[in-house]
């Protein structure tokens, strides 16, 4: 039985990845002929004033072609943004000698999203710890319930690229971390990285105290009457009850709160004058007018939260399978 | 409830014993550790009384009114830099003095900025999601697409925009119509689909048309969804205003101060923008929540017991 079933299953599983892609694919496909359609439009008012101030003589299509080959098109069309990822990740070396030594290249996109990802990760770190912490104290205490979640909720009010400046000059002033760096203790690049790092700390602790406040409250009262029955303390009920069943809730968070760890790097590096990272190249980009710079590292970014977020995807299904939960 | 192996008296002696430790190499903490533990206890004493509506405003009160006299005690017992944190009484001051320049910062950057792009964006998600609503395919393919898109870093467009409308306001809501379009737009397919089929079934059988379905069951349904999406949003506009100001901005507007006043070192004043900044997000937030609750008031959230 098993055996004949496996082809229609087979078959079935195919047509539902089709129901499942061919919409979202006409999707892209839409966006990207839009995209294209805008780009001569918008480009095309550079090319018709060449032409007039230099009395050239243009077909539509040549026009056209000019669009979409300009070298700070007003918006790049999709195929030359592609082909600037393609020369600055693949076409660049990620590694250069200067000074003999070997140092990142920084007209590499990779070098710079490296520099852009490291912050990320540790800020995400800081704010998940943080967020997973602050959650267990609001379901315990009561006092901390009714004062902090009020201000924690006021706290991602306030524009974080307000505050962006002020940690950076903070964090640059605090003598512990110069004290790190005279001693050895730290490179300078390494205090460089603070600042970004505790920006996207800043945005990714409340996603994931909202998911772990409603997640450690999610068994319900009958879960928690058998742990009483049990005399449980509640220590016990927290490590044998609520973090188990709060872990579906954390990953939920997880994945939003990564992608605002990002954003907060990437903000974080625009006012602190970085040289490195996603940001930097879209602040210098914007800076002497290189759109196409400016789209490629936006792409970049793109690509990098999406990769974030699906390695969290991937995490969170084993740890559910191996959880037992059930798809 | 039986606490987690701590006694009721575990918290005041844990702090009288570090107030003690910390007295006898610095009174400056020890004056410090005092406040914030006699704050808590007054906290958690007002905590364990019945909730009521006047004890949900007085507890966090107390805690925001003690972290900040706990951050002036910092600055002037330790005489902390200028340059690093200035205390309240100091931005306190920057608000009094300035406000002008601060009035006309907040009119830029919130009431024609962010404001007016919040307003465009949400609309223009609504519409479409209205669109979108009818039909499958396009909600198939649309809805991941704009999760994933709602993930993106966003905020990187800003000096685009600026590149394409400008110095002036129309660019700051340009970025904020971008980063508010697809959140909203997948709170709001999302929420039109909230209605179970029961419920439309009910509408089918008393003849109702796709219109007064929509105004008379889809909405009201979708509403959670649609605030959900508006209250994100609120925040996503102060940040894509502001942020958007970095890149080119008139000589005024509350980015382009912060940006200019941290070049001189005038910390009071930018603390004090982002105070402005805080209180506009709280204010934005609150009054949409207000809303809200006005609206939903039969959701099981707004509900009370």
Redesign the interface.
């Known amino acids: 039985m098993a055996v004949t079933d496996r082809p229609t299953r087979t078959a079935g599983a195919l047509a539902a990845m089709a129901r499942a892609v061919v919409p979202v694919l006409s999707v892209v496909l839409a966006i990207i002929a839009i995209w294209y359609g805008a780009s001569v439009m918008m480009n095309r008012a550079w090319t018709l004033d060449q032409i007039q101030r230099q009395n050239l003589e243009m077909t539509p299509s040549q026009i056209i072609a000019d669009a979409m080959t300009q070298e700070r098109p007003v918006l790049p069309p999709p195929h030359q943004v592609a082909a600037e990822i393609w020369n600055t990740t693949v076409g660049e070396p990620v590694m250069r000698e200067r000074r003999g030594q070997m140092q990142g290249n920084p007209r590499n996109l990779i070098f710079h999203a490296y520099h852009t990802l490291w912050p990320t990760i540790l800020g995400f770190m800081i704010g998940t710890g943080l967020g997973i912490l602050l959650a267990i104290g609001i379901v315990h205490s009561r006092a901390m319930d009714l004062s902090v979640m009020p201000w924690a909720i006021a706290s991602q009010t306030i524009p974080i690229l307000a505050i962006a400046p002020i940690i950076v000059v903070v964090v640059a002033n605090l003598p512990v971390l110069n004290t790190a760096v005279d001693q050895g203790w730290i490179s300078d690049d390494t205090k460089l990285l603070v600042p970004k790092a505790l920006i996207s700390a800043y945005l990714s602790f409340f996603p994931v105290v909202v998911g772990m406040v409603a997640g450690l409250r999610s068994p319900n009262a009958m879960d928690l009457d058998l742990m009483r029955t049990y005399s449980a303390s509640r220590a016990q009920m927290l490590w044998k009850l609520r973090l188990p069943a709060s872990v579906p809730f954390l990953f939920t968070s997880l994945k939003v709160s990564i992608a605002a760890a990002l954003v907060g790097t990437i903000v974080a590096e625009l006012p602190t004058g970085a040289r490195f990272g996603l940001g930097a190249r879209l602040l210098t980009g914007s800076y002497y007018g290189q759109t196409i710079q400016i789209w490629s590292a936006l792409f970049m970014a793109a690509i990098c939260a999406a990769a974030l977020v699906m390695i969290l995807g991937a995490l969170e299904k084993i740890v559910l399978r191996r959880m037992g939960v059930r798809p | 409830?039986?606490?987690?192996?701590m006694p009721s008296w575990g918290l005041p002696a844990l702090g009288a014993v570090l107030i003690v430790l910390a007295a006898t190499s610095d009174m400056r903490l020890a004056l410090i550790l005092a406040v914030w533990f006699g704050a808590?206890a007054l906290?958690?004493a007002?905590?364990?009384r019945r909730a009521g509506a006047g004890?949900?405003l007085i507890?966090?009160l107390?805690?925001?009114v003690t972290?900040l006299v706990l951050w002036e005690m910092a600055v002037q017992l330790y005489q902390i830099?200028f340059?690093?944190?200035p205390a309240p009484s100091a931005i306190w001051a920057r608000l009094i003095t300035e406000t002008a320049t601060l009035w006309a910062d907040f009119q830029q950057t919130i009431l024609k900025g962010a404001l007016a792009g919040y307003v465009m964006g949400c609309g223009a998600a609504f519409v479409i999601a209205l669109a979108v609503d009818r039909s499958p395919?396009?909600?198939?393919?649309?809805l991941?697409?704009g999760n994933?898109i709602a993930?993106?870093?966003i905020?990187?467009?800003a000096?685009?925009f600026?590149?394409?409308f400008g110095f002036g306001w129309q660019s700051k809501s340009a970025v904020v119509v971008a980063m508010v379009f697809f959140p909203m737009l997948v709170n709001c397919v999302q929420g039109l689909k909230a209605s179970d089929a029961m419920q439309r079934d009910l509408m089918r059988t008393y003849a109702a048309s796709y219109g007064q379905t929509l105004l008379k069951l889809r909405l009201p349904t979708a509403l959670p969804f649609i605030f959900n999406g508006l209250k994100i949003c609120?925040?996503l506009a102060?940040?894509g205003a502001?942020?958007a100001e970095?890149?080119g901005s008139p000589t005024v507007g509350?980015?382009f101060r912060?940006?200019i006043e941290?070049g001189r070192?005038a910390?009071d004043m930018?603390?004090a923008?982002?105070a402005v900044?805080?209180m506009a997000?709280?204010l934005?937030?609150g009054i949409v929540a207000l809303i809200e609750r006005q609206l939903t008031f039969w959701h099981p959230a707004q509900r009370r017991g």
């Open positions: 409830m039986r606490s987690m192996n808590w906290n958690a007002l905590a364990t004890l949900r507890v966090p107390i805690f925001g972290l830099s340059v690093i944190l395919f396009l909600q198939r393919g649309l991941p697409v994933f993930a993106l870093p905020v990187g467009t000096p685009i600026v590149m394409w609120t925040t102060l940040i502001i942020v970095f890149f509350m980015g912060i940006k941290m070192l910390m930018v603390w923008e982002i900044a805080a997000g709280s934005f937030f």
